[in-house]
């Protein structure tokens, strides 16, 4: 009998300006996968480029979730986290896997801290290496180039970057996360953007690059994290998962970049959903 994979994506709501759970629930579900959630706070609108956003704490609901899906004795697939607000609740994230992970779920953990060199304001300088822990416990960890720096605790450098270098900053994430590793914003010159994965089941590094596309969307990183999931979940390989993941983000921002809207609103990736849903080889009607 088919039995359909279970994921718990552990995240804040913005109730405007799509990412975090409003991105992962649609695209999980639109890999068929079930997904539950976990929100970690619940805010009016994100935290890049707004101002005066509201934002509700949910730090002391999280575990008690958790200890309630246990007592149903709810097996998950997979659990994936993304932004986290404050270092207690890495620190509770631990605990929830504890509660409702087995040794065959897959923990996937994006550490959502900064962008473009930057660590984001709603964090404390101290946040990066509570981060660091968790991703300790991961058996996928998502960083872009900004978070690689913060978790290895380096000042960030500006791209574009050698093979070497990447190779390098690689092997050090992987000293600090057990599983495999995608490392996103790798670029090698000015026109291409992409990805570079490191796979611990053969030790290979391999590279996904594709043309870059000007401007600054918001949400990228979680439209790319979320189709990193679902390949995975769907049995990809990691290099597959992570070029699926880059094909589906390039598709969703060249999606947006017609439409003209504001960058801050999110990627427009509800568009393509059908075209997700071919290329996770989701024909079967
Ligand atoms: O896209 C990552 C993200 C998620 N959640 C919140 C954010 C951001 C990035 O700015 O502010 C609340």
Known sequence: MERQKRVAAIHDISCFGKCSLTV??????AAGLETCCIPTAVLSTHTGGF???????LTGDILPVANHWKSLNLQFDAVYTGFLGSEEQTEIIWRVIDEIATEDTLIMVDPVMGDDGVLYPVFSSSFPAAMKKLCNRADVIVPNMTEAFLLLDEPYRHGPYTETEINDILDRLADICPGQIV??????????????TLDRKTGKKEFVLRDRVDGFYHGTGDVYAATLL???MRGFSLHDAAATAADYTVLSIVTTKKMDKDLRYGVNFEQNLPTLMRMLGRNEG
Request: charged fraction near 15%; charge should be negative; glycine fraction near 10%.
């Open 183 to 196: 490392l996103t914003g790798v670029h090698f010159d000015e026109n291409s953007l992409g990805a570079a």
């Open 51 to 57: 101002s005066g956003y509201t934002y509700r704490d």
């Open 230 to 232: 679902s390949a995975l």
């Open 24 to 29: 992962a629930l649609p695209m999980l579900s």
